[in-house]
């Protein structure tokens, strides 16, 4: 079974500011794990995942996230957040074997101006 | 190819009732995954299907859920006998078989008052 964390339920910025959303899992065995963004009245859109290689993967919109495994993290960068980032920010895991994915409670991030 | 669709998008319905949500993966994707989403929540896994098969279902999910995809392609949740506790978004993704990238519908909100 896995669990995630996302440790922030809120997170304040002002634009083009830098800000990082923090996603820390449990899992017993090897996992896949994803950024996901949902506006409001949408659906959730994928951001970006990671399944293996390269700790470091960048997604879409300027987004990247880090790989840990030694502290199973999986926090969310961005650099300089615009007002359009204001959203629902959720974190996933899945086992590598699974189908199903995890999900976190989710951030909202607030883009203030 | 649109993407994933449900329908209705909106559902309003007395306690007692019986509801049915459809939901139209994209078309070359074998697996299908129900999911629903309270407010402040995460999204919470139900069930999901690779090709007509039900593959997992949750055991937090009541006896009066039931999922069908008959033919393997939509699917098809009803929930039986309607609680207020039922009142929910209901969101469908779809996936390849050999990938776990899920790729969301904008959700059906169910009301049960």
């Known amino acids: 079974a896995q669990s995630v964390t996302q440790l922030d339920s809120q997170v304040p910025v002002f634009e083009e500011a830098p800000v990082e959303l923090r996603c820390n899992y449990s899992?017993?065995?090897?996992?896949?794990l994803f950024w996901y963004v949902q506006y409001p009245n949408q659906g959730l859109q994928l951001l970006l995942k990671y399944l293996s290689g390269s700790t470091l993967v960048k997604g879409i919109n300027g987004f990247e996230a880090e790989f840990n495994k030694s502290q199973t993290s999986f926090h969310l960068r961005k650099p300089s957040v615009h007002i359009s980032d204001t959203a629902e920010y959720f974190c996933?895991?899945?086992?590598?074997?699974?189908?199903?994915?995890?999900f976190g409670d989710g951030t909202t991030l607030t883009v203030k101006p | 190819d649109t993407g994933v669709s449900q329908n209705p998008r909106h559902k309003i319905t007395k306690r007692g009732q019986n509801v049915t949500f459809r939901c139209d993966p994209i078309?070359?994707?074998?697996?299908l995954y129900w999911y629903r989403q309270t407010l402040g929540q995460g999204p919470e896994f139900l069930t999901y299907f690779q090709n007509e098969a039900q593959l997992e279902k949750s055991r937090l999910l009541s006896d009066r859920f039931s999922a069908e995809r008959p033919k393997g392609s939509f699917s098809t949740l009803e929930i039986q006998r309607t609680e207020q506790g039922d009142s929910a978004m209901y969101l469908c993704a779809s996936s390849l078989s050999s990938g776990n990238e899920q790729f969301f519908g904008p959700g059906t909100r169910l009301t049960v008052l």
């Open positions: 899992s017993s065995v090897s996992v896949y």
């Open positions: 078309s070359e994707h074998n697996r």
């Open positions: 996933a895991v899945s086992g590598t074997n699974a189908g199903k994915s995890t």
